[in-house]
C-alpha cells in the first residue's frame, strides 16, 4: 500500500477509537477501547519514527518533522500516564480527552502540511515500497503489544537523521 494512503487510513481508525470510548460509559469497555487505541497510536508512531520520517527528512520538511516527533513525545507522555490508571480514576476522561486533542491536531499538521509535499517529493513507486515496509513493521508491532514500549520513549522525541537525505526504499 502507499505510504500516505497506509498512514491517513490509520489516522481515520484511531479517530474512531475516540469515538468509541466517548459513546462508551462501561469501564472494562472503556480500557479495552484505550487499549486498543494505544497499540494503534505506538505502532503508528513507530512505523512513522523509524520509517516514514527518516525516508522524507530532506529540506524544509525536516522542521515540520522535528515537531512531529515532539508531538509524539507529548501524546506518548499522556499514554504513559494512563497506562497507569484505570477507567473509574478521576483524571481518566480528562487525559483521555487532552490526548485525542492532541494527536487531533497532530493529525491535521501531518494531513495538511507533511503529506502533500511528501507526495509531491517522492515518486510512487517509492511511496509504494515505503508503504509496504511500513505495513509489515505495523502488523510485526501489532503482534507486540506495541503500547507497552510507550513508557520508555517519554524521556525525549524520537530521533531523526543528523542530515537532510532522501532515503532510496
Ligand atoms: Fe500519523
Ligand atoms: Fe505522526
Known amino acids: 500500500m502507499n505510504a500516505i494512503k497506509l498512514l491517513t487510513t490509520q489516522h481515520r481508525q484511531v479517530e ?73 480514576h478521576e483524571e481518566y476522561d480528562a487525559k483521555m480527552k487532552v490526548l485525542e486533542e492532541q494527536i487531533e491536531h497532530h493529525v491535521e499538521e501531518e494531513e495538511e502540511k507533511l503529506l502533500p509535499k511528501v507526495e509531491q517529493t517522492l515518486k510512487a513507486p517509492e511511496l509504494e515500497a515505503l508503504g509496504q515496509k511500513m505495513e509489515h513493521l505495523f502488523e510485526t508491532l501489532m503482534k507486540q503489544d506495541p503500547r507497552q514500549d510507550v513508557p520508555q520513549e517519554t524521556d525525549e522525541a524520537a530521533p531523526l537523521p543528523q542530515e537532510a537525505r532522501f532515503v532510496k526504499t
Open 16 to 88: 474512531a477509537f475516540f469515538k468509541k470510548y466517548k459513546a462508551s460509559d462501561d469501564n472494562n469497555e472503556k480500557l479495552d477501547i484505550f487499549t486498543e487505541l494505544a497499540d494503534n497510536i505506538a505502532a503508528h508512531s513507530t512505523i512513522e519514527e523509524k520509517l516514514f520520517y527518516p525516508a522524507v527528512y530532506v529540506g524544509k520538511l525536516s522542521e515540520l518533522l522535528h515537531e512531529a516527533v515532539e508531538e509524539h513525545l507529548a501524546a506518548k507522555r499522556i499514554i504513559a500516564d494512563l497506562l497507569q490508571l484505570s477507567p473509574s
